[in-house]
């Protein structure tokens, strides 16, 4: 282009901004966009999952999901039936949690079935007494019982926090069938069964997900806007620190117009200020 000088580009202030620039450009298409565009379509599976729960009546939970096998996105929050007995002395307090936006306890307890198997079951929450203490709460039934509820994934506590003893509770952070084996000894498949409201041992039943779409889709396409405007920003600034100096224009200088007698040559032509001065340094 004619008129323009872009040698400025080389130096090292300039170089360096062009490749923050253009790493965040990048980022923005090859990683945070499609990761938010993952979350929208796992949230979508998700809500269709749900809704077809309310479709289908529970199957055995064996149909669903064979002995050993965990529960992946394809079988989770189907409907399901197990019949056994609880095994009270492997119950235990699931801490840290929040329902419907308050604090709250959830209880697990495994259920052993008559197939010799053991799964673990929610028996859904529990709101925290004065001083954020474990509740009172009844103890599951004795005898065998039929239950029915919905078909989750383990979670998994990012953290690894151990357990805690309190208010005469065995306390984990996250649903995890493998930490309660570790903690009690008592083999259980992968995975858990949320119970539904009205089932035996079933405290408060927990409520299932908004069914909404979230902002995941919102995310993924701000991000594939800021990945371009990135770039042409850059290329606006570059393109007015190189046509706002001329090349035999003294840097850094610049003169008052109403100082200027224009019939003498020896004032010194009017230049344009730095890009420092221009947009400030700070």
């Not at 709101?127 to 009844?138: K, Q, S």
């Not at 089932?199 to 800021?226: E, N």
């Amino acid at each position: 282009m004619v008129g323009v000088r872009w040698t400025f580009l080389l130096r090292p202030g300039w170089v360096a901004l062009i490749l923050v620039v253009g790493s965040f450009t990048v980022l923005a298409f090859t990683v945070l966009a499609p990761w938010q565009f993952g979350r929208d379509d796992a949230r979508a599976a998700r809500n269709v999952a749900i809704e077809e729960s309310f479709r289908s009546p529970p199957v055995p939970l064996r149909e669903v999901l064979p002995s050993g096998r965990a529960p992946d996105p394809d079988s989770e929050w189907r409907q399901v039936e197990l019949t056994g007995r609880y095994l009270p002395r492997g119950e235990t307090v699931v801490r840290l949690r929040s329902v419907l936006g308050e604090p709250a306890f959830e209880v697990v307890v495994p259920v052993r079935l008559t197939d010799g198997t053991t799964v673990l079951v929610d028996r859904g929450y529990l709101r925290p007494a004065p001083g954020v203490r474990v509740p009172d709460y009844p103890p599951v039934p004795r005898g065998e019982v039929t239950l029915q509820g919905r078909l989750r994934v383990a979670e998994t506590d990012p953290g690894d926090r151990p357990a805690v003893r309190r208010d005469g509770t065995t306390q984990i952070y996250a649903i995890d069938p493998a930490t309660v084996t570790s903690l009690t000894g008592i083999e259980l498949q992968p995975g858990y069964v949320q119970l539904n409201a009205g089932q035996p041992g079933v405290l408060s039943a927990l409520p299932l997900p908004q069914r909404s779409s979230g902002p995941h889709l919102a995310y993924a396409l701000q991000w594939l806007a800021f990945g371009v405007m990135a770039p042409l920003g850059l290329g606006y600034f570059a393109w007015r620190e190189g046509t706002d100096r001329r090349p035999d224009e003294p840097r850094g200088r610049t003169v008052d117009p109403r100082d200027r007698d224009p019939a003498d040559p020896r004032d010194p032509p009017v230049t344009a200020a730095p890009l420092a001065d221009r947009y400030g340094t700070r």
